[in-house]
């Protein structure tokens, strides 16, 4: 992937963010963490995205929780929509 640019959902970082909480994580390990996501550009929120992403999830998730995987998933794919 060298020379390719990654994005992360702010959302996901969110999610991701929880999980130092939810399994009482050291501080090395959440600094870890921490670092990896510098690898990646955190996308910005805008009212378009936030009404394609809902849209999305409401055809695909029809009332199951949403994963993490789903959520990194479609940021990239409603951003392009919402152009």
């Known amino acids: 992937m060298v020379g390719k640019m990654l994005f992360i959902s702010f959302m996901t970082v969110a999610e991701l963010y929880k999980w130092p909480f939810e399994r009482n994580w050291s501080e090395q390990k959440k600094e870890g963490l921490v ?4 690898n990646y550009t955190v996308l ?11 849209e999305l ?12 995987l789903v959520s990194t998933l479609f940021h990239p794919i409603a951003q392009e929509n919402c152009r």
Do not use: M, N
């Open 35 to 38: 670092r990896f996501l510098k």
């Open 44 to 54: 910005p929120y805008d009212d378009a995205l936030a009404w394609k992403g809902a």
């Open 57 to 68: 999830v409401s055809k695909t998730c029809r009332g199951r929780p949403i994963r993490v």
